[in-house]
């Protein structure tokens, strides 16, 4: 896995170390992401690695309750500055680790899974199976490329997450640079 004092100092040198507030390319990509969403309404959605809460921000827009969760303190004090609503919960935390009790009928794992080890995320996907409604929908948004700090690319960690035959995909999104799913239940 990353390292967890990769992204403190990463926040520590940059309140927003991937422009997710600025670049046409990220706005873009949640745009697409609310999109993909089959439902109008969702009643509960977690969305762990929220950084400072640019996509939360969004889907709070569609959710009765949201939990957001980052391990780093200062990206999640902007995302509650930031986003400012009281059905949305902020807390620190880190997954497989920290995984709140379900269930989510919307779990949003955006730009994330690589920095989790293989074992990691085996785990996230068990949770995530586990913690998922039965009409719950599990979003997947990933850069395809290989970078640095990268344990895999966004393609590897979506095809393991569509291991077995317990999850389908309903939404199906490839471009150049990333890849966008949205799986159910079977
Ligand atoms: C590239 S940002 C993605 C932000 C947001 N999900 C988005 O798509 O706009 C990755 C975030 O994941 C957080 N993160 C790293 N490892 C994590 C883990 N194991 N569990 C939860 N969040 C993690 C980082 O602190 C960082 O804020």
Same mark, same amino acid.
């Given at each position: 896995?990353?390292?967890?004092?990769?992204?403190?100092?990463?926040?520590?040198?940059?309140?927003?170390?991937?422009?997710?507030?600025?670049?046409?390319?990220?706005?873009?990509?949640?745009?697409?992401?609310? *999109? &993909?969403?089959?439902?109008?309404?969702? !009643?509960? +959605?977690? @969305?762990?690695?929220?950084?400072? %809460?640019? $996509?939360?921000?969004?889907?709070?827009?569609?959710?009765?309750?949201?939990?957001?969760?980052?391990?780093?303190?200062?990206?999640?004090?902007?995302?509650?500055?930031?986003?400012?609503?009281?059905?949305?919960?902020?807390?620190?935390?880190?997954?497989?680790?920290?995984?709140?009790?379900?269930?989510?009928?919307?779990?949003?794992?955006?730009?994330?899974?690589?920095?989790?080890? *293989? &074992?990691?995320?085996?785990?996230?996907? !068990?949770? +995530?199976? @586990?913690?998922?409604?039965?009409? %719950?929908? $599990?979003?997947?948004?990933?850069?395809?490329?290989?970078?640095?700090?990268?344990?895999?690319?966004?393609?590897?960690?979506?095809?393991?997450?569509?291991?077995?035959?317990?999850?389908?995909?309903?939404?199906?999104?490839?471009?150049?640079?990333?890849?966008?799913?949205?799986?159910?239940?079977?």
């Amino acid at each position: 896995m990353t390292a967890p004092d990769y992204f403190e100092q990463l926040y520590a040198d940059s309140a927003d170390p991937w422009q997710l507030a600025e670049r046409h390319y990220e706005q873009r990509k949640y745009d697409l992401t609310l *999109a &993909a969403l089959p439902r109008l309404r969702y !009643a509960r +959605a977690f @969305e762990p690695g929220c950084s400072i %809460g640019v $996509l939360t921000r969004q889907l709070a827009t569609r959710c009765d309750e949201l939990v957001a969760t980052d391990p780093v303190e200062s990206p999640l004090a902007r995302a509650r500055a930031t986003v400012g609503a009281d059905h949305v919960t902020f807390a620190r935390g880190r997954v497989p680790d920290d995984w709140p009790d379900g269930p989510f009928d919307l779990i949003v794992l955006s730009e994330l899974l690589y920095y989790l080890s *293989a &074992a990691e995320r085996l785990e996230v996907r !068990a949770a +995530a199976v @586990e913690s998922l409604a039965p009409d %719950g929908h $599990l979003v997947l948004v990933h850069w395809r490329h290989p970078f640095e700090v990268a344990t895999c690319t966004g393609d590897v960690a979506h095809a393991e997450m569509r291991v077995g035959d317990d999850l389908v995909a309903v939404v199906e999104h490839v471009e150049t640079d990333f890849r966008l799913e949205v799986l159910a239940h079977a």
